[in-house]
């Protein structure tokens, strides 16, 4: 068995025997236990794989379907891009069980089975080669987080299930349509019908251009919902505030990048001239949620729902790098994915502590609380400044790479995206500075918060690995972003060249690869 198989059946197998474990704790240790192990597996596949090495790595695959001239596969592998994100996976598994470990009390094995199916669903979906693969695991996805937040969320648990579902069941009726679109297409040049990305990769580009754009809006109509992209980001401020503090971490850290990771590899990958002909819409919708993000969490007075707006905006920054179609800018939406999952993560799974002991989310309950709890304020602001983006922690160096894309991109030819998504880095200085402020600083408001516990040893031990991401990644980030160079660099090879042209059909499109 290879890898990859190794990587998704490991919590898979977890997952099918927590139904013999009875016990609340033993199933929890049983879980940490197999998310542990699939981190380790995850860290040999890291360090077996080869930065330097162009194409995907680990490559498995099997025949699944063959009838007549119909052919899908089991094909999976990884390239740097997925590899980090497959390590992110695993590592916050492991961090969000820690964290979470005395959060929830009720259908313990239930939970744990799923949060081990969620994670097998990631996985696949970061390893998938072969389109309908992607699609099935993405679907996965769909089952344990509807039932994550719907039996474990808060009081309004169920219409924020109900949502999520709808909207993400929505956009991915958009990606099946394509999906069976573009192998009827491959069926047409090649004479069999292939959800195959490699082959689908070298045919997609001769397609009509029309063709080409609608099959690139309804790939991006589904990763823009599950980014969330504005204006169809609404699912997410209910998902994150109603969903109990370990599916908030894994939305916030994992699920989201499902989205933009599907721009990246399908849009810009499979249709390079549908990129670059409507990259400017999808730039201004980046701008729009950076910006209006931003906005709506400055008057939030709930803390859950302040971060899950803010996540609206760092998604935003990502996507603007992303369509910037730039190598700055595509480095530095990747090297995001893995900043917000370190930065958002530990912020929501920070607050599930001191939900813990407080029971409420509203801001105005606190005030002063670093003074009766100063360990926790002190991983709190670390937690915060790296999602400001202060110099020296993880997430400046994400936002100066997607800023500076925006900015000498060729595709969208102005530097106004850069200006007005700049602006979202003030704005996120004032709603998480001033949260804070209101939080932690001043005088104790509240007599009843003297009696808030500090962090406990299990907590922090939760907490430092990712204090220790974040201050690596921004003081040495190349020792992270070289795992993704090669194939970022392949991809914006390809992209160079492309310009906006105007729709016409039957024209075949060449992207020009320039090999430096």
């Not at 069980?97 to 313990?108: F, M």
């Not at 600083?441 to 406990?456: F, I, M, Q, Y």
């Amino acid at each position: 068995m290879g890898m990859i198989s190794l990587l998704i059946l490991i919590p898979l197998t977890g997952a099918a025997l927590l139904h013999f474990v009875k016990n609340d704790n033993a199933a929890k240790i049983f879980t940490l236990g197999v998310s542990v192990v699939a981190f380790v597996v995850s860290l040999v596949a890291y360090f077996q794989f080869d930065p330097r090495a162009l194409g995907y790595q680990f490559q498995e695959k099997l025949d699944w379907v063959a009838i007549g001239n119909i052919r899908l596969s089991y094909f999976v592998g990884l390239d740097g891009m997925s590899m980090l994100l497959v390590l992110l996976t695993t590592f916050l598994m492991v961090i969000a069980l820690i964290g979470t470990w005395n959060s929830q009390s009720k259908k313990v094995s239930n939970l744990m089975a799923l949060l081990l199916l969620l994670e097998a669903g990631m996985i696949g979906v970061f390893c998938s080669l072969d389109l309908f693969l992607f699609y099935i695991f993405w679907e996965l996805i769909l089952i344990p987080m509807y039932f994550i937040i719907g039996v474990w969320g808060g009081e309004r648990r169920i219409y924020a299930a109900v949502k999520f579902f709808i909207y993400t069941l929505a956009g991915s009726l958009f990606m099946l349509v394509a999906i069976i679109w573009l192998g009827l297409e491959a069926a047409k040049v090649g004479g069999t019908f292939t959800t195959d990305l490699v082959k689908l990769t070298a045919i997609s580009h001769q397609l009509p251009l029309d063709v080409q754009n609608y099959l690139f809006w309804a790939f991006a109509a589904s990763f823009a919902i599950k980014v969330p992209l504005f204006p169809v980001h609404t699912w997410l401020p209910d998902a994150h505030v109603e969903a109990p503090t370990i599916g908030s971490v894994i939305l916030a850290g994992v699920l989201l990048k499902m989205g933009t990771y599907g721009l990246i590899r399908f849009n810009l990958g499979l249709f390079p001239q549908a990129s670059a002909n409507n990259a400017s819409v999808l730039a201004v919708l980046a701008v729009v949620g950076i910006i209006y993000g931003a906005l709506v969490a400055i008057v939030q007075t709930d803390i859950k729902k302040l971060i899950a707006y803010s996540s609206v905006t760092h998604m935003g920054f990502i996507v603007l790098g992303i369509f910037s179609m730039t190598r700055e800018g595509l480095q530095g939406a990747v090297i995001q994915m893995v900043n917000h999952g370190l930065s958002t993560g530990m912020l929501f799974m920070m607050f599930g502590m001191m939900y813990e002991r407080k029971h409420t989310r509203a801001i105005s309950e606190y005030g002063g609380v670093a003074k009766i709890t100063p360990l926790f304020a002190v991983f709190f602001a670390i937690a915060m400044l790296s999602s400001v983006g202060l110099p020296g922690l993880n997430g400046f160096v994400g936002e100066y790479l997607t800023l500076m894309g925006a900015f000498q991109s060729p595709v969208l030819h102005s530097w106004v995206y850069s200006i007005f998504s700049s602006t979202g880095v003030i704005l996120a200085a004032v709603y998480l500075l001033w949260m804070y402020q209101r939080f932690m600083l001043g005088p104790v408001t509240h007599e009843a918060n003297r009696s808030l516990k500090d962090l406990s040893t299990r907590e922090i031990v939760s907490l430092v690995p990712l204090v220790v991401f974040m201050i690596w990644i921004g003081v040495r980030p190349m020792q992270f972003m070289r795992t993704s160079e090669t194939s970022i660099n392949a991809l914006s090879n390809s992209l160079l060249g492309v310009q906006p042209e105007k729709t016409n059909d039957y024209q075949v499109v060449n992207p020009k690869v320039i090999v430096k």
